[in-house]
């Protein structure tokens, strides 16, 4: 069973819109949600992250909403540019342990 | 650089070879990944080593051997693959009990089995 749900498989946005990804889990254990960014050819990088106790957290263009009474936490890309078009997973953990659960992935493009 | 170094990094096999994947840490981690990744589908974590101990082993076949000689190195031993065992294979490490969350990946070795 998957355990972290993610969408859009896929999105296209116009240069300077707004990119946003959907995720959703069912554990109520999991206590850290981050957001990891992959080129092409490169391993995933860690973007930014929230724990349950704030709703939002920003880093710059990025941000994180989270509703934890929905179980459901979301990517925010502002002023989005072509450097952005990569692929973005959440995940969801326990950090009483190292399991790492990772959604599908949404491949983004920025056109300029 | 993340500090996570992976060869080969493209790697073609027969069925009947046996070729081995090598990861390398520089981060001073204590715990070791291997994930598997295809299209479409979620990252599959395959083992995990917590200074240098097996602790996690996700029901892969047993055609997939790990090894992890000390805390900055981790091999996966691979013999009769099959084709569906073609992915892009990341090897990732961790601070367990530091900054435990933070996973950092290398570029992966995309491997295909013909």
């Known amino acids: 069973q998957q355990q972290v749900k993610q969408s859009p498989q896929s999105l296209i946005v116009q240069k300077g819109g707004i990119s946003i990804i959907n995720c959703a889990y069912e554990n109520t254990a999991f206590d850290y949600f981050p957001w990891y960014q992959q080129f092409p050819g490169k391993g995933p990088a860690l973007l930014i992250a929230?724990?349950?106790?704030?709703s939002e957290k920003k880093e710059g263009r990025f941000t994180i909403s989270f509703n934890k009474s929905a179980k459901q936490f979301s990517l925010h890309i502002m002023d989005s540019q072509p450097g952005d078009s990569a692929t973005y997973f959440c995940?969801?953990?326990?950090?009483?342990?190292?399991?790492?659960?990772f959604g599908t992935g949404t491949s983004l493009t920025v056109i300029p | 650089e993340t500090g996570v170094t992976q060869t080969p990094r493209h790697l073609v096999m027969g069925m009947t070879n046996k070729k081995s994947l090598k990861c390398e840490q520089h981060l001073g981690h204590n715990a070791m990944y291997w994930y598997k990744q295809s299209a479409k589908k979620p990252l599959e974590l395959m083992f995990v080593?917590?200074?240098?101990?097996?602790?996690e082993n996700n029901s892969v076949p047993s055609r997939f051997s790990p090894e992890c000689p000390n805390s900055s190195h981790l091999f996966l031993h691979l013999h009769t693959l099959q084709p569906e065992d073609s992915a892009l294979y990341l090897c990732?490490?961790?601070?367990?009990?530091?900054?435990?969350?933070?996973?950092?990946f290398g570029s992966g070795t995309q491997l295909s089995v013909l």
């Open positions: 995940a969801a953990s326990n950090l009483a342990g190292n399991q790492f659960y």
């Open positions: 929230i724990r349950p106790d704030v």
């Open positions: 990732a490490s961790s601070q367990v009990g530091g900054q435990g969350e933070k996973l950092f």
């Open positions: 080593y917590n200074f240098k101990e097996q602790t």
